[in-house]
């Protein structure tokens, strides 16, 4: 999706997700409460495709799709005995709603619950992280406007460069996630659900519960997903067991790739605070460090760059789960799984909600951002003055040997003497730049571009489409401070 297509775009469960947090979408009792819808859509696209199921049992299990403490209680004795967590619930949904026993799971495989149920769990978790997404965006983009004209150094191979501006840095960084929230959204839009595809994949299971008659286990299945949210032509043409694990890879990748976009913006943060150009917001009460009172560390930042290397090492994991699927589905899948999928969201929220608090109270040393910069500068401006000296009529080769002694007279007192920088002093006593204007060759502005346009360009082309698409529902989203 490009970015033009932000305009309009709100996900359709975007308002229902901002009030969730991601602790409970992957929460035992909101995937087992998930599981009995599956059952009830089920049941009902069974019953609508001419499968003898009364209204009372649909409605049995409509009664008790939200499962109570008693009920995992009843599930946990269950599955003691039986060693299967799915039929577990199966028999305690079956004690709840006894007048359903006799058809639930009618035809069904447990992957043909389990699998549909995780891509309803992880659809709901990539709403959650494509809302945060927006959100730090829009944070990003505010700081970005904010300090859009301030010059600062520019880095490249972290030795001082070209100068940028704080805000065109901020912006990057913004610029970056928004590529990230176009993957997910895409994502979103092309999620497809396994459907009922029963044991192997083939639908044998169905067809006989509608005297193989393929257009009923058709409109059976078509029916299915819709009642679980899902359009009718976003189901997988064909599975095995599960529905393909290569999806599980695509997901973790993009997940990956914007824990990767929020570690450069969380190192950059650190780097800048080590300058002392940047803090993150810190309490008035905090402390940095139990031996050095003075300490005020970036420990937002550091937090989730830690959960970053995390998130982005997992991504190789289902790589591996997709590539060793025995045939029609092997079972070491399922125990990687629940660790893998959940975690990574979990850790990929904590971050985004890091960082978030971090943008919207980012704290900018104008001074030092400033004397930074100033310490540089003269370096980065002998090209200018030695052009300005070459149209003044004087000679460019004996310019440019008188600069180079003035730079290295300054740069050995800098880093051998740990002397200020008087190279802007030496240049404006030098004989042979008399009637140089060297003062404006020590304007910062002259050297950062079009940094300025660049910051209101991507404000103007993504942020104002990310707030107009998502700010109804992000604003629903919990407090992005840290909890302690």
Same mark, same amino acid.
């Given at each position: 999706?490009?970015?033009?297509?932000?305009?309009?775009?709100?996900?359709?469960?975007?308002?229902?997700?901002?009030?969730?947090?991601?602790?409970?979408?992957?929460?035992?009792?909101?995937?087992?409460?998930?599981?009995?819808?599956?059952?009830?859509?089920?049941?009902?696209?069974?019953?609508?495709?001419?499968?003898?199921?009364?209204?009372?049992?649909?409605?049995?299990?409509?009664?008790?799709?939200?499962?109570?403490?008693?009920?995992?209680?009843?599930?946990?004795?269950?599955?003691?005995?039986?060693?299967?967590?799915?039929?577990?619930?199966?028999?305690?949904?079956?004690?709840? *709603?006894?007048?359903?026993?006799?058809?639930?799971?009618?035809?069904?495989?447990?992957?043909?619950?389990?699998?549909?149920?995780?891509?309803?769990?992880?659809?709901?978790?990539?709403?959650?992280?494509?809302?945060?997404?927006?959100?730090?965006?829009?944070?990003?983009?505010?700081?970005?406007?904010?300090?859009?004209?301030?010059?600062?150094?520019?880095?490249?191979?972290?030795?001082?460069?070209?100068?940028?501006?704080?805000?065109?840095?901020?912006?990057?960084?913004?610029?970056?996630?928004?590529?990230?929230?176009?993957?997910?959204?895409?994502?979103?839009?092309?999620?497809?659900?396994?459907?009922?595809?029963?044991?192997?994949?083939?639908?044998?299971?169905?067809?006989?519960?509608?005297?193989?008659?393929?257009?009923?286990?058709? *409109?059976?299945?078509?029916?299915?997903?819709?009642?679980?949210?899902?359009?009718?032509?976003?189901?997988?043409?064909?599975?095995?067991?599960?529905?393909?694990?290569?999806?599980?890879?695509?997901?973790?990748? =993009?997940?990956?790739?914007?824990? *990767?976009?929020?570690?450069?913006?969380?190192?950059?943060? @650190?780097?800048?605070?080590?300058? %002392?150009?940047?803090?993150?917001?810190?309490?008035?009460?905090?402390?940095?460090?139990?031996?050095?009172?003075?300490?005020?560390?970036?420990?937002?930042?550091?937090?989730?760059?830690?959960?970053? @290397?995390?998130?982005?090492?997992?991504?190789? =994991?289902?790589?591996?789960?997709?590539?060793?699927?025995?045939?029609?589905?092997?079972?070491?899948?399922?125990?990687?799984?629940?660790?893998?999928?959940?975690?990574?969201?979990?850790?990929?929220?904590?971050?985004?909600?890091?960082?978030?608090?971090?943008?919207?109270?980012?704290?900018?040393?104008?001074?030092?951002?400033?004397?930074?910069?100033?310490?540089?500068?003269?370096?980065?401006?002998?090209?200018?003055?030695?052009?300005?000296?070459?149209?003044?009529? @004087?000679?460019?080769?004996?310019?440019?040997?008188?600069?180079?002694?003035? *730079?290295?007279?300054?740069?050995?007192?800098? %880093?051998?003497?740990?002397?200020?920088?008087?190279?802007?002093? @030496?240049?404006?006593?030098?004989?042979?730049?008399?009637?140089? =204007?060297?003062?404006?060759?020590?304007?910062?502005?002259?050297?950062?571009?079009?940094?300025?346009?660049?910051?209101?360009?991507?404000?103007?082309?993504?942020?104002?489409?990310?707030?107009?698409?998502?700010?109804?529902?992000?604003?629903?989203?919990?407090?992005?401070?840290?909890?302690?």
């Amino acid at each position: 999706m490009s970015e033009s297509t932000y305009d309009g775009y709100v996900s359709p469960l975007s308002q229902r997700n901002a009030s969730r947090e991601m602790q409970e979408v992957w929460s035992p009792r909101h995937r087992f409460t998930t599981w009995r819808r599956v059952w009830l859509a089920a049941a009902e696209a069974q019953q609508e495709a001419g499968v003898p199921i009364t209204r009372e049992q649909v409605e049995a299990i409509r009664a008790h799709v939200a499962i109570t403490d008693e009920d995992i209680k009843h599930a946990f004795e269950h599955e003691k005995r039986l060693r299967h967590d799915v039929m577990a619930h199966v028999h305690a949904l079956a004690d709840a *709603a006894p007048a359903a026993r006799g058809i639930l799971h009618l035809g069904m495989t447990s992957q043909d619950v389990v699998c549909n149920a995780d891509l309803v769990l992880i659809r709901e978790a990539l709403t959650l992280v494509q809302l945060k997404l927006a959100r730090l965006i829009d944070a990003a983009g505010t700081f970005a406007e904010k300090w859009k004209s301030l010059p600062c150094l520019g880095h490249t191979h972290f030795q001082p460069a070209q100068p940028t501006t704080v805000g065109r840095r901020a912006a990057q960084w913004g610029y970056d996630l928004s590529l990230c929230l176009t993957r997910v959204e895409s994502t979103l839009h092309q999620l497809k659900m396994r459907g009922l595809k029963g044991a192997t994949g083939t639908q044998a299971s169905f067809m006989a519960l509608v005297d193989h008659a393929p257009t009923r286990v058709d *409109a059976m299945e078509s029916g299915f997903v819709r009642r679980l949210g899902w359009p009718a032509n976003l189901i997988h043409t064909i599975t095995n067991q599960t529905y393909p694990r290569i999806v599980d890879a695509m997901v973790l990748a =993009d997940v990956a790739v914007i824990a *990767a976009a929020a570690h450069k913006m969380a190192n950059d943060i @650190r780097l800048l605070s080590g300058r %002392k150009e940047l803090d993150e917001p810190w309490g008035d009460a905090q402390v940095g460090s139990s031996a050095m009172p003075y300490k005020q560390n970036p420990m937002r930042c550091e937090r989730a760059t830690g959960l970053c @290397r995390f998130v982005m090492g997992l991504a190789a =994991d289902p790589l591996q789960t997709a590539a060793t699927q025995w045939l029609e589905r092997t079972l070491d899948d399922s125990s990687n799984r629940r660790v893998v999928l959940p975690e990574a969201f979990l850790a990929l929220d904590g971050v985004l909600d890091l960082m978030h608090s971090v943008m919207a109270g980012l704290v900018v040393h104008e001074a030092t951002v400033r004397a930074n910069l100033m310490a540089e500068l003269p370096f980065m401006a002998l090209e200018a003055v030695m052009a300005m000296a070459v149209r003044k009529g @004087r000679d460019r080769q004996e310019v440019h040997e008188v600069l180079r002694k003035h *730079a290295f007279m300054a740069g050995r007192k800098v %880093k051998e003497r740990g002397e200020p920088n008087d190279l802007a002093e @030496r240049l404006r006593h030098e004989p042979l730049l008399q009637g140089v =204007d060297v003062e404006a060759s020590l304007d910062p502005s002259a050297y950062v571009g079009r940094a300025a346009d660049q910051v209101e360009r991507f404000i103007a082309e993504v942020v104002v489409s990310v707030r107009k698409a998502y700010s109804t529902s992000y604003t629903m989203l919990p407090s992005s401070e840290p909890k302690v």
